[in-house]
């Protein structure tokens, strides 16, 4: 699983449109029951690893403490190993020095599964919920939030709703 926050870019820091650009380039981490969305660098590369200094920290020790660099060059991605122990894989076949990504292409780095987008990725819709919706939403939440025995906050605000119409809320 990475530790490093790799998700907050420069677009969720000035509020990104609904739709990520066409151009937009990502993988997608699996390992073990978890994912995570990783954005690529429009220029430049990232490491990818079990050592600390890696750009995208891995621990899993099928991957080696610098198994892999993606890089992007002029719009285009490649994937190169950098001399892993289990080395890399894209779509099943070994990769020898580098090779060009595709949208969809799987790679494999050991037990490290990372899946290669390119373009749209559509944000989901959110729609501010009505106060009974609400009320209802949050007592489900409650509910299985009681049946876990974690802990839970709740915060509540009240919008003057003479000053801001409801769809400037959403």
């Known amino acids: 699983m990475p530790s490093r926050d790799l998700m907050d ?3 969720s820091r000035k509020g990104a449109s609904r ?3 066409a151009d937009r380039l990502y993988l997608l981490l699996l390992l073990g029951n978890t994912s995570t969305l990783v954005p690529l ?14 750009d995208l920290l891995v621990e899993d020790a099928s991957v080696s403490r610098q198994h892999a660099r ?21 779509n099943g076949e070994r990769v020898q020095g580098s090779r060009p990504l595709d949208g969809g292409d799987v ?16 944000l989901p819709e959110r729609r501010a919920l009505e106060a009974e919706g609400l009320r209802a ?5 409650l509910d299985r939030v009681r049946g876990s025995g974690l802990a839970v906050s709740v915060l509540a ?3 003057e709703s003479a000053r801001v119409p409801p769809l400037e809320l959403v």
């Open 19 to 21: 739709a990520a650009p």
């Open 157 to 159: 605000l009240e919008v």
């Open 107 to 122: 790679v494999t780095l050991g037990n490290v599964t990372l899946v290669f987008h390119r373009g749209e990725r559509p």
């Open 9 to 11: 870019t420069e677009d």
């Open 137 to 141: 939403r949050l007592s489900e939440e």
């Open 41 to 54: 660098p429009r220029e430049g590369a990232v490491v990818i690893g079990r050592a600390a200094e890696s």
């Open 70 to 90: 993606v890089g992007v060059a002029e719009g285009e991605a490649f994937i190169a190993d950098l001399g892993s122990h289990n080395g890399v894989r894209v």
